[in-house]
């Protein structure tokens, strides 16, 4: 246990549904992020959000938004998505962004199949 | 561009000692992180290095030569629940973080 819950931990969806993901941290953190897992590559980082403010958004597809009410909650909407989407997503959080100690906790995933 | 490397899969026996090597390009150096991933669960944190040198922490250590842009995660006395994906990632000049693809630990009773 983390501290990083996401809900759901698996979706499968069509490509014109919309859904949505959920992450909440309750750590106290001030930065969340999203990065999708694709099998044996790298983890992509998708977005960034510092003080519920977003700061990075490394050339996602509009088809995927991000949305963060406040500190302690994250999610991405997830409309007319393609087959190659299918992923884990993972959401995480850390104290502050831009310190070398910064250290990221993550949490579970949501396991995505687009059909 | 910036890349990290690390072996895709390694296969050890319960009790010995395993290496997973990890070797680094990136535009800025700002520390050096392992975690730990087990099938279908969170990556959770292992070490930080930004310094040279080795950091301890009971059966699992981790090297850093900044120099050679290199960094090694040593576990001992492995167990079977040390079977995981071993994630590399370092911390660039913009403190982003940069990840290798992982390293699946097999261990063989």
């Known amino acids: 246990e983390t501290g990083v819950t996401q809900t759901p931990r698996h979706l499968v969806m069509g490509m014109t549904n919309k859904k949505s993901l959920k992450c909440e941290q309750h750590?106290?953190?001030?930065?969340m992020y999203w990065y999708k897992q694709s099998a044996k590559k790298p983890l992509e980082l998708m977005f960034v959000?510092?003080?519920?403010?977003?700061?990075e958004n490394n050339s996602v597809p509009s088809r995927f938004s991000p949305e963060c009410p406040n500190s302690s909650h994250l999610f991405l909407h997830l409309h007319t998505l393609q087959p190659e989407d299918s992923a884990l997503y993972l959401c995480?959080?850390?104290?502050?962004?831009?310190?070398?100690?910064?250290?990221?906790?993550f949490g579970p995933g949501t396991r995505l199949t687009v059909l | 561009g910036q890349n990290i490397d690390q072996p895709t899969e390694m296969t050890a026996t319960e009790g010995a000692i395993v290496q997973i090597n990890c070797t680094y390009q990136?535009?800025?150096?700002?520390?050096l992180f392992w975690y730990q991933q087990h099938a279908g669960e969170a990556p959770t944190f292992l070490s930080y290095?930004?310094l040279d040198g080795l950091e301890e922490k009971g059966r699992f250590s981790s090297f850093l030569s900044r120099s050679k842009g290199y960094s090694y995660l040593l576990l001992k006395e492995l167990q079977m629940k040390d079977s995981a994906s071993y994630l590399c990632?370092?911390?660039?000049?913009?403190?982003?973080?940069?990840w290798g693809a992982g390293t699946k630990l097999i261990i063989k009773p």
């Open positions: 990136t535009s800025g150096f700002n520390g």
């Open positions: 959000y510092s003080l519920e403010e977003r700061v």
């Open positions: 990632a370092v911390m660039d000049s913009n403190y982003q973080l940069i």
């Open positions: 995480a959080s850390s104290q502050d962004m831009g310190t070398g100690t910064d250290t990221q906790y």
């Open positions: 750590l106290g953190h001030n930065a």
């Open positions: 290095n930004v």
